[in-house]
């Protein structure tokens, strides 16, 4: 979920379900009938009652949206809300069509299962001056 100008969720066939699905998840936004990235309101993610929130923003921007679902008392009984389960991830690895999408995964992965995926940003596939093999 993002919020630039507007709000909005991922639903089926967005690079958002992809990444919810690998790292073993279900997508709300799916699951409440989304399709893409569209535009949302408010009642869109009561509708969708997610578990948990991800906020693929940079940090300050995405920490004040991050405040603002948890202030909103429209929102107070959505587990995501209630539980205080909204994550701002980077963007670089959400929101992009490429490889990085791996790294979401296995970042996604530790956030909905920390004691199978106890860390939360493993090691890079290559290292920096490496061949790759």
């Known amino acids: 979920m993002t919020k630039y100008t507007s709000l909005y969720m991922a639903g089926a066939g967005s690079t958002g379900e992809g990444i919810i699905t690998a790292a073993g998840g279900r997508n709300a936004g799916t699951a409440a009938g989304l399709k893409g990235n569209p535009q949302i309101g408010l009642e869109a ?6 578990d ?5 923003m940079p940090a300050e921007a995405g920490n004040k949206f991050k405040a603002e679902l948890l202030a ?29 999408n791996v790294r979401a995964v296995e970042h996604l992965a530790h956030i909905l299962w920390p004691a199978e995926f106890p860390v939360a940003d493993p090691p890079q596939f290559s290292l920096a001056g490496q061949a790759a093999r």
Do not use: D, H, Q, R
Not at 52 to 56: G, S, V, W
């Open 45 to 50: 993610i009561v509708a969708a009652n997610p």
């Open 52 to 56: 948990i929130i991800i906020i693929p």
């Open 72 to 100: 909103e008392p429209s929102l107070a009984a959505v587990p995501a809300v209630k539980n205080g389960k909204v994550y701002v991830v980077p963007p670089s690895l959400y929101t992009t069509n490429s490889f990085a």
